[in-house]
């Protein structure tokens, strides 16, 4: 979310509700669906097979959030993402904190410094 930082300790649940809401409603209603999904903080981390699939998906996603009546969930009017995403090899493996698959390497790294010099509603 642009400005998270901003949003007041009594606003989380709306934002958990409304933005992360929509962000699942996008995964769930994609196709192809992400290898890997989850949610860092303010920010989300997504893994696809192919570059088209992904694309297509932050697209939507974007879409999705420019539609969404932010007032009335109770965020500012103008709440908005900004969707980083880099294309390279990454290296699969079990993450043995979260017990679950995860995705590794310097591209993972990468992608999660590009979101935050994207500008608002972009991606």
């Known amino acids: 979310m642009v ?7 009594t606003k989380a649940p709306s934002f958990l509700a409304h933005l992360l809401g929509q962000t699942v409603r996008v995964i769930r209603e994609s196709d192809p669906k992400p290898v890997v999904w989850n949610t ?8 696809f097979d192919g570059v088209e699939g ?3 998906f932050a697209l939507r996603l974007r879409d999705a959030m420019l539609r969404y009546d932010w007032a009335h969930a109770g965020l500012p009017k ?3 993402i900004r969707i980083g995403m880099h294309t390279g090899p990454v290296f699969p493996g079990e993450d043995p904190i979260i017990e679950r698959p995860n995705f590794f390497g310097a591209h993972v790294n990468r992608a999660a410094r590009i979101k ?3 500008a ?3 991606v």
């Open 116 to 118: 935050p010099v994207t």
């Open 78 to 80: 103008d709440t908005s």
């Open 54 to 56: 992904a694309s297509r």
């Open 3 to 9: 400005e998270f930082r901003q949003l007041t300790e």
């Open 120 to 122: 608002g509603g972009a």
């Open 40 to 47: 860092w903080g303010d920010g989300l981390f997504l893994v």
